[in-house]
């Protein structure tokens, strides 16, 4: 039975990519635009997911609306500072304009897609209370961050500029956590190597779809490095951090914050 039910989650998981490489593919030939393509890159998969998990909803949006919206403010505006990338044809924007709803909806859908493919796939505990006392922590830490965003956004904007902004994000936000988290608790490797591999398939489809669509660029000039994709900068950090390392540093935060690091 056991095995069974193990064929059955590794035939969804190669069922949910095939989807992503044929939504990939409609939204290259249509030229849908950013909103509409991440609706169906993220939203279908999100959904589905949902209705097998529908346990987990509640638990899950809370995150997003407590955690990653806060974060996304924040991180957006400062890549907007240091020009690390752009969506150059937003329906609608904030923030003195540095900040497109399309990034909103898109940060929102990826996040969830990755703790509910998580929780789905790879979670292993049965019964799930809401949070962990823990989450306290992280609240205080993101109300924190928010705060001394807003204070220097008003009287100190200048002090909001930070040059490799995409590479400083990536350390202190993905690799110490992750490194941190997987020396505490070592077991959760491989089940991160697993997130990590399939959204790896998932960020290079969408991005070779994004950069051809010029649905975003990346015209700044701190990076790593950079690929040249269909006549665009393809910096070697979107690869390292996002790619590579994005969702399985999400789900570290998700796990020891909000789960129960199992």
Same mark, same amino acid.
């Given at each position: 039975?056991?095995? @069974?039910?193990?064929?059955?989650?590794?035939?969804?998981?190669? %069922?949910?990519?095939?989807?992503?490489?044929? +939504?990939?593919?409609? &939204?290259?030939? #249509?030229?849908?635009?950013?909103?509409?393509?991440?609706?169906?890159?993220?939203?279908?998969? =999100?959904?589905?997911?949902?209705?097998?998990?529908?346990?987990?909803?509640?638990?899950?949006?809370?995150?997003?609306?407590?955690?990653?919206?806060?974060?996304?403010?924040?991180?957006?505006?400062? +890549?907007?500072?240091?020009?690390?990338?752009?969506?150059?044809?937003?329906?609608?924007?904030?923030?003195?304009? =540095?900040?497109?709803?399309?990034?909103? &909806?898109?940060?929102?859908? %990826?996040?969830?897609?990755?703790?509910?493919? %998580?929780?789905?796939?790879?979670?292993?505990?049965?019964?799930?209370?809401? #949070?962990?006392?823990?989450?306290?922590?992280?609240?205080?830490?993101?109300?924190? @961050?928010?705060?001394?965003?807003?204070?220097?956004?008003?009287?100190?904007?200048?002090? @909001?500029?930070?040059?490799?902004?995409?590479?400083?994000?990536?350390?202190?936000?993905?690799?110490?956590?992750?490194?941190?988290?997987? %020396?505490?608790?070592?077991?959760?490797?491989?089940?991160?190597?697993?997130?990590?591999?399939?959204?790896?398939? &998932? =960020?290079?489809?969408?991005?070779?779809?994004?950069?051809?669509?010029?649905?975003?660029?990346?015209?700044?000039?701190?990076?790593?490095?950079?690929?040249?994709? =269909?006549?665009?900068?393809?910096?070697?950090?979107?690869?390292?951090?996002?790619?590579?390392?994005?969702?399985?540093?999400?789900?570290?935060?998700?796990?020891?914050?909000?789960?129960?690091?199992?």
């Amino acid at each position: 039975m056991k095995k @069974l039910k193990n064929f059955e989650k590794k035939a969804q998981i190669l %069922w949910l990519f095939l989807f992503t490489l044929v +939504a990939a593919i409609t &939204v290259d030939f #249509f030229h849908l635009n950013f909103l509409i393509a991440t609706l169906i890159l993220f939203g279908i998969p =999100s959904l589905y997911l949902t209705f097998n998990n529908p346990r987990l909803i509640k638990k899950s949006l809370l995150f997003m609306v407590i955690i990653v919206i806060p974060m996304v403010l924040i991180f957006e505006y400062l +890549a907007f500072v240091d020009q690390t990338w752009f969506v150059p044809n937003s329906a609608f924007r904030f923030l003195d304009g =540095s900040i497109p709803i399309e990034v909103v &909806v898109w940060s929102i859908l %990826w996040v969830y897609y990755g703790v509910m493919f %998580w929780e789905y796939f790879l979670d292993t505990e049965k019964r799930k209370r809401l #949070f962990p006392k823990s989450i306290m922590n992280l609240i205080l830490f993101v109300t924190l @961050l928010l705060l001394i965003f807003f204070f220097l956004y008003i009287f100190y904007p200048g002090q @909001l500029y930070i040059p490799y902004f995409y590479l400083a994000l990536g350390i202190t936000f993905g690799i110490i956590p992750m490194s941190y988290l997987l %020396w505490k608790y070592p077991r959760l490797l491989p089940k991160l190597l697993i997130i990590g591999v399939y959204f790896f398939g &998932v =960020s290079l489809l969408t991005e070779l779809v994004g950069l051809r669509q010029y649905h975003w660029y990346f015209g700044g000039a701190h990076y790593l490095g950079y690929l040249n994709v =269909s006549g665009q900068k393809l910096p070697y950090d979107e690869i390292l951090f996002w790619w590579g390392i994005g969702l399985p540093a999400m789900v570290c935060w998700y796990e020891f914050f909000a789960d129960d690091r199992q």
